[in-house]
């Protein structure tokens, strides 16, 4: 067996996908921004995503087995890093996510805090050998999650908390949690949900969650962004109407095009057949992804890998269904095609890691 790890074991083929999702983002930041204050967005962009790539290929020859064994000083510094948003964040818009660093650059460390976990989950779990999970041991594990996720609900961010949560499923899942287990948690869950909903959501939060359901009950609030993505959408038709000739786009009718609602943007200016590509990308993204877990080397290599399934897939899920009015307004982004530094650096290091995990199947 190979004793040293080479770029050829590296998946280029997953790499090739991921390029493709970025310049297509980069491509509809441009028609979304065009004319707008946030004109140029796509440069930015680019950097980003050049940055991610860099730091993609520097992880990747880092061993994730002394990433593990430094998970719990970095768990300690992520929770920290969360508690000095509450503390000293900058406030926009309602919300104190963000830590203004120097240069005027904003750190959002909500995003870096999910690779976090899943290696920590991944942790725990490759260090419990056991076929089945006592209940114990699952309410270990809930709390891991559950206190950045606390946290993180404080500032408040829901969607980016909700993005936490495919995290512990997943490690439950594999993990060996038994059905009766599930039960109780869906159980519990049942019951704290009407406690949750009157105490622990603001008004706007409860007014995302519900306007998709009935968008047009509230067409100048509430329900505004999600009738306008819909209309986007549906104006596509089967080719769309050309980059840069969107009306909904272009006319600053659909909002934040270039972040949350990319997707509605894209489907309006290149149609069912465009979004329909995407969605296709994705879809062989998260196989090559899954494909690789199924050959990491190890127990813990499986769970990082799956754990970076679930929160992508989770986010295109929801992020599609919001665009589509199947799933409530939360603010999640489409990965690497929706504007964002945090969001673009995470999804790579991500991927950096999973890569680690690849080139070290074969290595003794």
């Known amino acids: 067996m190979r004793r040293h ?36 967005m796509q440069i930015r962009q680019m950097y980003w995503i050049g940055a991610g790539l860099a730091l993609m290929f520097i992880l990747s020859v880092v061993n994730y087995q002394v990433l593990l064994e430094n998970v719990p000083w970095m768990y300690g510094v992520a929770v920290v890093s969360l508690v000095a948003v509450l503390l000293f964040g900058r406030k926009y818009l309602g919300a104190r996510r963000w830590i203004l660093m120097p240069g005027g650059a904003h750190f959002q460390p909500s995003e870096w805090v999910k690779l976090i976990l899943i290696l920590a989950i991944a942790k725990y779990f490759a260090d419990y050998n056991e076929r089945e ?67 622990g959501l603001k008004p706007y939060q409860k007014d995302r969650l519900t306007s998709f359901m009935a968008p047009e009950a509230d067409s100048k609030g509430a329900g505004y962004q999600v009738i306008q993505s819909m209309v986007a959408v549906g104006s596509g038709g089967l080719w769309g109407k050309g980059a840069t000739k969107g009306t909904q786009t272009q006319g600053q009718f659909l909002p934040v095009p270039h972040t949350d609602f990319i997707f509605a943007a894209w489907s309006e200016e290149h149609g069912f057949v465009g979004a329909t590509f995407v969605l296709l990308l994705y879809f062989l993204m998260l196989m090559r992804l899954i494909s690789n877990a199924q050959t990491a080397p190890d127990r813990a290599g499986t769970f990082i890998v799956m754990g970076v ?21 939360t603010g999640i982004p489409l990965p690497l095609m929706s504007y964002g530094g945090s969001s673009v650096l995470f999804t790579f290091l991500a991927l950096g890691i999973v890569m680690n995990v690849r080139m070290r199947r074969f290595v003794n």
């Open 5 to 40: 790890i080479r770029f050829r074991d590296f998946d280029w083929v997953l790499l090739l996908i991921v390029v493709i999702i970025c310049a297509l983002g980069v491509v509809e930041i441009y028609s979304a921004t065009l004319n707008t204050k946030f004109q140029g």
């Open 133 to 199: 999970l006592p209940f114990r041991e699952l309410m270990k594990a809930g709390m891991i999650v559950g206190v950045p996720m606390l946290l993180v609900l404080k500032q408040p961010d829901l969607g980016t908390a909700l993005t936490y949560v495919p995290v512990a499923i997943m490690g439950l899942f594999l993990g060996g949690m038994r059905l009766k287990h599930a039960l109780i948690l869906l159980l519990i869950a049942g019951i704290l949900m009407p406690a949750v909903w009157h105490y």
């Open 309 to 329: 399934v679930a929160v992508l897939a989770f986010h295109v899920l929801v992020n599609v269904g919001m665009v589509v009015g199947f799933m409530p307004v």
